[in-house]
């Protein structure tokens, strides 16, 4: 089953300019043999790429690099026409905050020792932002469909898609102006997918945020991207093919 079609259009054409630019990035976890070799990526403000490719291929890591997570051993990532100038704590908060990052298992991403209120705010306390961080919970919390009797839980006293939601809601919490997912729907159910697509969409459609949204599921990539780019080769011979979104055959709505 793939979600209705609540997808924000991205900017015709291509125009516009940057949110995102990967410029040949070699990256991995051992110089001597980089999963990524010399691979370039970049999104519009506003776009939604698609990153497709088999198992192995070094979509995880390109998207650590996307998002800050990972120092690449060669090239240059730039956010908003701004070359990065760090990773990790050591990048500048402006930078930090203008990524929010969605991953694969929610059990993984959180910590166990949050309530789900104290995941989605954890943000908002880390950059001082205290004053908002009530308001902006509830407001994020009912946009991701989680009830006030779920939100003084922790991890383990909830669902995969539960967690997964307040996940993509503290990802939201400082209004990033770009969006990386990281096979964020893998774990989950249809509607769960469906539901989360469309909060990431909403939020798209009111800020223009750019989205890079990683995985493996192609229909659903190509039905919620602008286009898709397939990522071959790893670390030898990395290169990328672009394809614009598939035509609808019928309306989802």
Do not use: N
Not at 35 to 60: F, I, N, Q, W
Not at 122 to 128: K, R, S
Not at 156 to 163: A, C, I, K, R
Request: net charge positive; glycine share 12%; charged share 25%.
């Amino acid at each position: 089953m793939t979600p209705p079609r609540t997808r924000h259009t991205g900017p015709a054409g291509g125009a516009g300019p940057h949110a995102l630019e990967l410029r040949d990035i070699t990256a991995g976890y051992d110089r001597r043999t980089p999963v990524l070799r010399g691979v370039s990526l970049s999104l519009r403000e506003g776009e939604a790429v698609g990153l497709l490719g088999p198992s192995g291929c070094g979509k995880s890591t390109l998207a650590k690099v996307a998002a800050l997570l990972h120092r690449p051993d060669a090239g240059t990532v730039h956010l908003g026409g701004e070359p990065a100038r760090g990773f990790r704590h050591r990048a500048p908060r402006a930078q930090r905050t203008a990524v929010g990052v969605v991953f694969q298992s929610p059990r993984l991403a959180a910590d166990p020792r949050l309530t789900l209120s104290a995941l989605i705010a954890e943000p908002l306390f880390a950059t001082g932002r205290k004053a908002e961080a009530a308001d902006r919970t509830r407001e994020l919390a009912r946009a991701v469909g989680l009830g006030p009797d779920l939100l003084g839980r922790r991890p383990h006293e909830v669902s995969d898609g539960q967690l997964q939601r307040a996940c993509v809601a503290r990802a939201l919490a400082l209004r990033p102006r770009v969006l990386v997912c990281d096979e964020m729907t893998a774990m989950l159910d249809a509607s769960t997918t469906a539901a989360l697509v469309a909060v990431v969409e909403d939020y798209r459609a009111r800020s223009g945020a750019a989205l890079l949204a990683v995985g493996h599921d192609r229909t659903l990539l190509e039905r919620w991207c602008d286009r898709t780019v397939e990522l071959h080769g790893g670390g030898t011979d990395s290169a990328l093919r672009s394809a614009p979104r598939a035509a609808a055959g019928t309306s989802a709505g």
